[in-house]
Structures are given as C-alpha cells and as structure tokens.
C-alpha cells in the first residue's frame, strides 16, 4: 500500500500546485474542526469509519518514529459540513501515547479529536506538510474517491509531549464549495 503514499513536502513542490483558497486552509494552523463548523454554519458532523488497533503505513510510522510492526489505534473519519463529505480524516495515535489521562482517546466517538486537541493548553504541533493524492487514490475510501487529483496535509500533534499523526484530505465537495465563496 505504501506505493500510494504521496511524497509530503513543506510547501508545493513540482508542477501541480493548490490554489491560493486552499493553500490557506492547507497551512491553517488552527482547529480545523472550528474552522469547518464556521464555515459550514454549525452544519458540521463526524462519521467515525473505522477506529481500531492497526499497524501505521510506513510514511506514518517514520513520521512517528516508532516501528510499523507496532500496533496503534488507526481513527479514520469524514467531517461532514452542510451534509457533505468535506474531509477525510486519518489519524494514528501510538499505544505509548495513549497512557494516562491520554487513555481516553481510546474512546473518541464522533466527538471531534480536534476539540479534544486545541482544549488542551499545552498542545503544540509539528509544522504542517502537504501532498497531492493522485486521482482515484486507494487510500481515500471508495465513497469519497475522486477522479481528479486531491490535497491533503498532516502534521504530528503532542499532548503531555506524546505525539499523534493527523492526515486529512480536502475532498471534492469541499473544493466545490470553496470555489463557490
Ligand atoms: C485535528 C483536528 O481534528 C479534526 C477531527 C478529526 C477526528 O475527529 O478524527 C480528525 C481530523 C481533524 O480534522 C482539528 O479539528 O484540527
């Protein structure tokens, strides 16, 4: 699967680029979560696809720096707004750092992780990178795949100094509705 992990960079690299609405919302540092829910007007939701212990793909490992032979809780949501499917959301949270008052991240339901995250003063975040996922990608879910190109970011978030990987990718209604504004 690794295959279809696009390369993440800093800031656009080669031909294709974002464009200037996204780049935006791209290198946002705050909660996405937040920044939907205004834009959606409180139309906002999370649809947990799947939450469960799995190994991270190498790209998510070696951004963890732990092995890929060791299991960790694997979170993969939509962020709905206004009832359509703007992001797709993957998120690795490693077994050493759900420890202690972390453990309850083991039983997030479709309370958004970034309410959880940007609550907590102490937080802080690695520097975003970003990647173009080739059309028809296999690692977006089917039912939010799409025929052109889509980009994505991911950034590592630590809590009590324990970290956790964030990916999301802007889907194609979200871009609709972008362009739209
Ligand atoms: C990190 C955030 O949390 C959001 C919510 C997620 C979830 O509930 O799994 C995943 C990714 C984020 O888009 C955020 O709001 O910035």
Same mark, same amino acid.
């Given at each position: 699967?690794? &295959?279809?992990?696009?390369? =993440? ?18 290198? +946002? ?12 007007? @409180? ?9 469960? =212990? @799995?190994?991270?793909? !190498? ?11 060791? /299991? ?6 939509? %962020? /709905?707004?206004?009832?359509?499917? =703007?992001? /797709? ?6 077994? &050493? ?7 309850? !991240? ?10 959880? *995250?940007?609550? +907590?003063?102490?937080? /802080? ?6 990647? &173009?996922?080739?059309? +028809? ?13 889509? =980009? @994505? ?10 970290? *956790? ?5 802007? %889907? ?5 509705? !972008?362009?739209?504004?």
């Amino acid at each position: 699967m690794g &295959c279809k992990e696009p390369s =993440w960079h800093n800031r656009p690299t080669g031909h294709s680029k974002p464009s200037t609405p996204l780049s935006q919302w791209l290198f +946002d540092r705050g909660s996405l979560t937040s920044r939907l829910q205004h834009l959606s007007h @409180g139309q906002f939701r999370v649809e947990v696809l799947s939450q469960g =212990w @799995g190994k991270p793909r !190498l790209s998510e490992a070696r951004s963890l720096g732990i092995s890929p032979r060791r /299991y960790a809780l694997v979170r993969e949501v939509i %962020l /709905y707004g206004q009832d359509q499917p =703007w992001v /797709y959301a993957r998120s690795i949270l490693p077994q &050493c750092t759900l420890t202690g008052r972390l453990r309850s !991240l083991r039983k997030l339901d479709n309370r958004p992780l970034g309410a959880m *995250l940007f609550n +907590d003063p102490a937080m /802080y975040r690695s520097p975003i990178e970003i990647a &173009c996922f080739k059309a +028809d990608n296999p690692l977006i879910p089917q039912k939010v795949r799409s025929t052109t190109p889509l =980009w @994505g970011r991911r950034s590592r978030f630590y809590l009590d100094n324990k970290p *956790l990987l964030v990916c999301e990718i802007f %889907l194609d209604a979200f871009n609709q509705t !972008l362009s739209a504004q």
